[in-house]
Nanobody, 124 residues
Framework: QVQLVDSGGGTVQSGGSLTLSCAAP????????MGWFRQVAEKERERVAL????????DYADSVKGRFTISQDNGKKTLYLQMNTLKPEDTGTYYC?????????????????WGQGTQVTVSS
């Protein structure tokens, strides 16, 4: 069964750092965007960061630019999100995402496969 397994969440103080990981062993790791979305309570999941499997170009939400870095290890089919200078407003459940192949990934509807989610809590 194809799945994404994300991990690395936790509780940190404001200004701290966390690194999330996403293992994607069964995913066709080419010609698609991989990324991280986050969700707070019942709000819609918002896109945090994307990276293209082949080209490696990245895209970030304005709220995390300069603080978060998305990266990947194509050989291991693993995605990462380095989060620095965390703020309380970064609190939420973070989901790894494999977007539909050969397309963009502007919204949750563009995601073909989700991880189970990992909780990030930033205390003030």
């Amino acid at each position: 069964q194809v799945q994404l397994v994300d991990s690395g969440g936790g509780t940190v103080q404001s200004g701290g750092s966390l690194t999330l990981s996403c293992a994607a062993p069964g995913v066709t790791y080419r010609e698609r965007y991989m990324g991280w979305f986050r969700q707070v309570a019942e709000k819609e999941r918002e896109r945090v960061a994307l990276i293209h499997t082949d080209v490696g170009n990245t895209d970030y939400a304005d709220s995390v630019k300069g603080r978060f870095t998305i990266s990947q290890d194509n050989g291991k089919k693993t995605l990462y999100l380095q989060m620095n200078t965390l703020k309380p407003e970064d609190t939420g459940t973070y989901y790894c995402a494999a977007c539909y192949m050969r397309g963009g990934c502007p919204a949750p509807s563009s995601v073909a496969l989700w991880g189970q989610g990992t909780q990030v809590t930033v205390s003030s």
